[in-house]
């Protein structure tokens, strides 16, 4: 485990899948410190963040996005997919030491201050069906070990922020946007994603240093048509119109077979009548005949 070959000391409790603190706090509420409640949220600028806190520090979503300079309503719950996607955990299992995972390098962290003032604090490490205790120290040795530098911050303040109170966490909005594709139909959002085959594109902010003008070059390629989704297209309506036209024959030399068999019917009952008739008028010519005579 990273945290043994760190030297971290922790404690280490396992127990059913939990959701949510209350239902941590079942197991290991009775231990000693302080619980964590770990946020996975999203800008509107495709930037995501963990804001991990104690379980009773209030974090108002729009106060922090202020703070951080995007604005009111400016940041959000994360959609569920991008667990699976960027930190690499199944639902409810948002953790500080799912930054470990490369995917998630453009993911910021935000840590409640109030994490020192606690003897040592419970996470999950990468699975809520174990908590771990550790001290903040420990923590903080952790995240600069995968190059992190931690940020304490009081996620209670509401700093009012204007043209000359510039946003106070503007520092740690991250310096680059990650565009998720959408899920396979056949995928679940809770599964953990593979490395080796992570389906995430980082987009750095920054123009590349090979092109410094690239920010301010339009884009004004026109999108390239899709030759096989127009061949396919073709080859349908054909297999249309030749559809339609044999059914059109089918139905008509059924509709010829049909009318035919009910006139040989027909024919076939007045043919004895016709004959009888015949006969009639046959014995009344000879009967005619013979009075004349």
Do not use: W
């Amino acid at each position: 485990m990273v945290l043994q070959e760190l030297g971290i000391k922790f404690e280490q409790y396992d127990h059913p899948a939990v959701l949510t603190v209350e239902a941590q706090a079942k197991y290991v509420g009775d231990k000693g410190g302080g619980l964590s409640k770990n946020l996975f949220l999203k800008d509107k600028k495709s930037r995501f963040y963990i804001v991990s806190a104690l379980a009773d520090t209030k974090v108002d979503l729009k106060v922090l996005s202020q703070r951080l300079g995007l604005g009111k309503g400016g940041i959000r719950m994360a959609p569920e997919e991008a667990l699976g996607q960027l930190l690499q955990v199944p639902l409810g299992c948002v953790t500080p030491f799912a930054l470990i995972n490369e995917s998630a390098s453009y993911v910021s962290l935000l840590l409640d201050k109030e994490f020192k003032t606690q003897p040592h604090c419970f996470f999950h490490p990468l699975s809520n069906e174990t908590s771990i205790s550790v001290q903040a120290s420990d923590l903080d040795k952790f995240l600069k070990s995968i190059g992190r530098e931690p940020s304490y911050v009081d996620l209670e303040a509401n700093p009012p922020v204007g043209k000359d109170q510039p946003p106070d966490l503007a520092i740690l909005v991250p310096s680059g946007t990650i565009d998720i594709p959408d899920a396979p139909e056949n995928s679940t959002p809770s599964q953990a994603v593979s490395e080796k085959s992570f389906p995430v594109q980082m987009k750095s902010a920054k123009p590349s240093s090979a092109d410094p003008n690239a920010k301010d070059k339009p884009n004004n390629a026109a999108p390239q048509p899709n030759a096989f989704a127009e061949s396919r297209l073709f080859v349908d309506e054909i297999l249309k119109k030749t559809t339609e036209l044999l059914l059109s024959e089918i139905s008509t030399v059924s509709i010829f077979c049909s009318t035919f068999s009910h006139v040989l019917k027909v024919i076939v009952c007045l043919l004895p009548l016709q004959l009888k008739c015949e006969y009639f008028i046959c014995s009344s010519q000879k009967m005619l005949r013979s009075k004349k005579l």
